[in-house]
């Protein structure tokens, strides 16, 4: 009998993280359709097959649900992130980290609400949280990782820490304010939009001089590292909403 408990808990563990992320992909759908303020719980669960007290199984109001919907659209993100530098290991530097964050935040409309603080998507969430906890947490590792790329002059030693991080604020808002405030026919695609960030960030943070191949590798290194560490706070936010629901890490299924 034991054996066929233990084989049931993970068919069951991973059942209910499938029902988590659908509710979610629900949630985001209407969200974006309709704004946070007019989506109800009971439009989530209709729209998820789910029954309205399904929901409350996994998260206790609507706003920790909407809170476990953007740890969920961050986490992807990163990890889509982490990915892309895995398969194109050549972008593992620092402005090829920030175009591939570019480049995916623009294909993620929640994650653009949230950081245009976008009213008519957000309502009075945007009111009640302005900042997220997760950015404060990654200061620290981003100024060791900086501190390695200088090290190696693969990146401006005569601007501080928040110089780069003023200068890469302004090239990622800009982005996404750019674009809300552009017509249709002069936009370019989110491939072209991360290939601008990249080379702008190139442009304003790399130094003069051709580095050797040894300090691209532990630029790359150094990238990935940092990388990992955000998708490991990422996830630890996600587990704080979902519990043992959370879906399984990119690597246990590859």
Do not use: N
Not at 98 to 118: C, K, S, W
Not at 221 to 232: E, G, I, K, P, S
């Amino acid at each position: 009998m034991e054996a066929t408990q233990t084989t049931r808990r993970p068919a069951a563990a991973r059942r209910r993280a499938e029902r988590a992320e659908r509710i979610l992909a629900a949630a985001t759908e209407l969200v974006l359709r309709w704004g946070y303020d007019k989506t109800t719980i009971d439009d989530v669960a209709r729209l998820a097959g789910v029954a309205k007290g399904t929901i409350y199984l996994h998260w206790s109001s609507r706003e920790e649900l909407f809170a476990a919907l953007m740890r969920w659209d961050r986490a992807q993100m990163i990890g889509a992130v982490r990915r892309e530098l895995r398969d194109h290991p050549e972008t593992a530097t620092l402005p090829g980290l920030f175009g591939h964050l570019a480049r995916e935040i623009h294909r993620r409309p929640l994650l653009q609400a949230a950081l245009v603080q976008d009213s008519a998507v957000l309502g009075k969430l945007v009111a009640r949280k302005r900042t997220s906890t997760t950015t404060p947490e990654m200061v620290v590792p981003f100024g060791e990782y900086l501190a390695a790329l200088r090290e190696r002059g693969m990146a401006r030693a005569d601007l501080s820490v928040e110089d780069h991080l003023t200068v890469i604020a302004a090239v990622l808002h800009g982005s996404l304010f750019s674009v809300r405030m552009m017509p249709d026919s002069l936009r370019v695609s989110d491939e072209r939009t991360g290939e601008l960030v990249a080379d702008m960030l190139v442009r304003a943070l790399a130094p003069e001089r051709e580095p050797s191949e040894a300090d691209r590798a532990v630029c790359a290194d150094a990238t990935r590292a940092f990388v990992d560490r955000a998708y490991a706070v990422a996830r630890a936010k996600l587990r704080e909403s979902l519990g043992d629901d959370l879906p399984p890490d990119e690597e246990e299924t590859s």
